[in-house]
Nanobody, 123 residues
Framework: QVQLVESGGGLVQAGGSLRLSCAAS????????MYWFRQTPGKEREFVAQ????????YYADSVRGRFTISRDNTNNLLYLQMNSLNSEDTADYYC????????????????WGQGTQVTVSS
């Protein structure tokens, strides 16, 4: 059973940066496409970014492209999300997810999810 644990969330001022991490265990990390999503209360879950098995392929939501960078470390089973130029609209709970298939914008059921880490951007 794959387990995902996010960390790195917190409170940051608008314009600032944060780096989120997602530690994976219980599976072969390099066999998974990894995803980041976010959700705020009362809103639907929103796709943020995804990265392919070896890190070569990446895809971003329009709302974060150019500001966020997704990356992975297959040696240490870690997924990252570097978030720059943060604004209040980035305030959300951020979740990592995993699937063995590439599902653009996560438009299919992803089997493995973390518990989330909260990001709050103050203006």
């Amino acid at each position: 059973q794959v387990q995902l644990v996010e960390s790195g969330g917190g409170l940051v001022q608008a314009g600032g940066s944060l780096r989120l991490s997602c530690a994976a265990s219980g599976g072969t990390f390099s066999s998974f496409v990894m995803y980041w999503f976010r959700q705020t209360p009362g809103k639907e879950r929103e796709f943020v970014a995804q990265i392919g098995w070896d890190g070569a392929a990446v895809y971003y939501a329009d709302s974060v492209r150019g500001r966020f960078t997704i990356s992975r470390d297959n040696t240490n089973n870690l997924l990252y999300l570097q978030m720059n130029s943060l604004n209040s609209e980035d305030t959300a709970d951020y979740y990592c997810a995993a699937s063995t298939v590439w599902a653009t914008e996560g438009q299919s059921k992803l089997p493995y999810w973390g518990q989330g880490t909260q990001v709050t951007v103050s203006s």
